[in-house]
């Protein structure tokens, strides 16, 4: 089954530092990372995305590596904030129609003040 | 606005009972999508559909079934609830063409006892 890893499942950063969560996929034919970022109570909803012909791309506080040799990819929360504390999805898919993502485990965040 | 919504937050079912959950989304999407969420787990994709009557199985669809009689709907059914149907339900909609973004609901809490 294709699958998405990502680490750590939980992480506690001060306010501040940078939170860095990774994901690692199988399927080179994978075209499409996007992370998203679910608040209590809440549905996920897409923060950023990246398509393997860039190594990095950045929104403001938030940017996406991206190392296809190693298929990884990993999200960096720069400065981060008490507002920041949520789960953190990382995904893959193949770009067709359908759009079906696979998604990593999650990662729960919590920024301190 | 996308728009994505369930039609409960929160339900408690007995063992064996037959349980509808109902999503509607309000911007003409081609592609819906049923996951569920289980800590540890991430999003697993149960059903998708395409098209009006067109469907997919996604990687855990046993003891699941769905309908799409109108393109705004999409209704995941489980035919005889057990416990291990115990979870958070999430259901995301999605267009066609070069936008992948999925646009979560709320998510309905199902707790089967």
């Known amino acids: 089954q294709q699958q998405v890893k990502q680490s750590p499942q939980s992480l506690i950063v001060q306010k501040g530092g940078i939170s860095i969560i990774n994901c690692a996929y199988e399927n080179t034919a994978f075209d499409y990372f996007p992370w998203y970022q679910q608040f209590p109570g809440k549905g996920p909803a897409l923060l950023i995305a990246?398509?393997?012909?860039?190594s990095e791309k950045k929104e403001g506080r938030f940017t996406i590596s991206f190392n296809k040799s190693a298929k990884q990819f990993s999200l960096h929360i720069m400065d981060s904030q008490p507002g920041d504390s949520a789960t953190y999805f990382c995904a893959a898919s193949r770009t067709s129609n359908t759009g079906k993502l696979i998604f990593g485990q999650g990662t729960t965040l919590q920024v301190k003040p | 606005d996308v728009k994505v919504t369930q039609s409960s937050r929160y339900l408690v079912k007995r063992t064996g009972e037959k349980v509808f959950l109902e999503c509607v989304q309000d911007?003409?999407?081609?592609?819906m999508f049923w996951y569920r969420q289980d800590p540890g787990l991430g999003l697993r994709l149960i059903y998708f559909?395409?098209?009006?009557?067109?469907?997919e199985k996604g990687d855990i669809p046993e003891g699941y079934s769905v309908s799409r009689e109108k393109k705004e709907r999409f209704s995941l059914i489980l035919e005889s609830a057990s416990t291990n149907q115990t979870s958070m339900y999430l259901c995301?909609?999605?267009?066609?063409?070069?936008?992948?973004?999925?646009?979560f609901g709320p998510g309905t809490r199902l707790t089967v006892t």
């Open positions: 995301a909609s999605r267009g066609t063409g070069p936008v992948y973004e999925q646009y």
């Open positions: 990246i398509r393997p012909d860039v």
């Open positions: 911007m003409d999407h081609e592609n």
């Open positions: 559909s395409y098209d009006v009557k067109m469907k």
